[in-house]
């Protein structure tokens, strides 16, 4: 059988020609057809929107029951996503977010997220998805050293605070199988720790970082939406990064995030297929 996973069996895109496949929540519960449908837009381009999740807290968790496990983090096992006076991580702030994955700091990273929007009153605050396995292979067409480079160095993530986790992770930005096919990527410069390779070897990969980073931020890369609430966003994090436009501060805007792992979504969706 073929190796879902990896890049050969996906269906690559850019923002510019993308949109995000919306199926209702009503007709997943209900089971057959439309669980199956939504299951398959994640595995074959990464993501899909539930629409009409009820706007309730704790609503998450039941998503991932259609389909899987709860995968908890230091940040349990759901987390809420919305301004704080002080914020520990930028993602509690107004401010923009760049194109990241979630938790590269972690071995292994949480391969799918989940976004339910309770509220979103402010002014900005779009979310931005990228096809990171579609940026991996434009930094092959454009820049064939530097991606060949990222596949081979592995990198020092690290995620710290005082109270609750000290993660800590070598792996490579972009991870490919014996055929060339990409796997996984990540890129989270937020969470990359300092680099202990010679002067030179550090220039290059600093070099081929910059082409990475360029690539992702190509605004065609990026395929927009706004949340309503109600919507959940569901996501491969191995290959879709996702990021946030700034917002006017003072406005509610509540998101409820949660993760779960690849392995159980794509083991329900054999089994609806099977069944057909």
């Known amino acids: 059988f073929p190796d ?23 007709d997943v519960i209900a089971g ?9 837009c994640v595995r074959d381009s990464g993501v899909v929107c539930l629409r009409g999740v009820p706007v309730e807290p704790g609503k998450v968790l039941e998503v991932i029951e259609q389909f899987g496990y709860v995968r ?43 976004l339910h929007c309770l509220s979103n009153e402010v002014e900005g605050g779009q979310t931005l998805l990228v096809d990171g396995f579609s940026a991996a292979e434009r930094l092959r067409e454009l820049a064939p050293e530097s991606f060949a480079l990222l596949t081979r160095t592995r990198v020092p993530f690290r995620f710290h605070d005082a109270d609750h986790a000290d993660l800590r992770s070598w792996v490579p930005f972009i ?15 937020r969470s990359i720790a300092s680099l202990p390779l010679p002067l030179e070897a550090q220039r290059a990969f600093y070099r081929a ?38 917002f006017v501060a003072g406005g509610n805007r ?22 057909r």
């Open 72 to 114: 908890e983090t230091n940040y349990g096992k759901l987390f809420d996503v919305r301004t704080e006076v002080s914020p520990s991580n930028l993602a509690f702030s107004n401010l923009g977010l760049g194109a990241h994955t979630d938790n590269p700091y972690r071995d292994p990273a949480p391969s799918i997220q989940l």
């Open 175 to 189: 991870e490919t199988d014996h055929k060339g096919n990409i796997r996984q990527v990540r890129y989270n410069n």
């Open 209 to 246: 970082y910059h082409d990475w980073a360029r690539v992702i931020g190509q605004p065609e890369q990026a395929t927009r939406l706004r949340l309503a609430p109600g919507d959940c966003l569901l996501f491969d994090n191995s290959r879709v990064m996702h990021a946030r436009t700034a």
């Open 32 to 40: 057959g057809e439309a669980l199956r449908k939504a299951l398959a």
């Open 254 to 275: 509540h998101l409820q995030g949660a993760y779960a792992d690849l392995d159980s979504l794509y083991s329900t969706l054999n089994l609806l297929e099977n069944a």
């Open 4 to 26: 879902e996973r990896s890049s050969a069996h996906k269906t690559l895109w850019q923002g510019s020609e993308f949109s995000v496949a919306r199926v209702e929540w009503a």
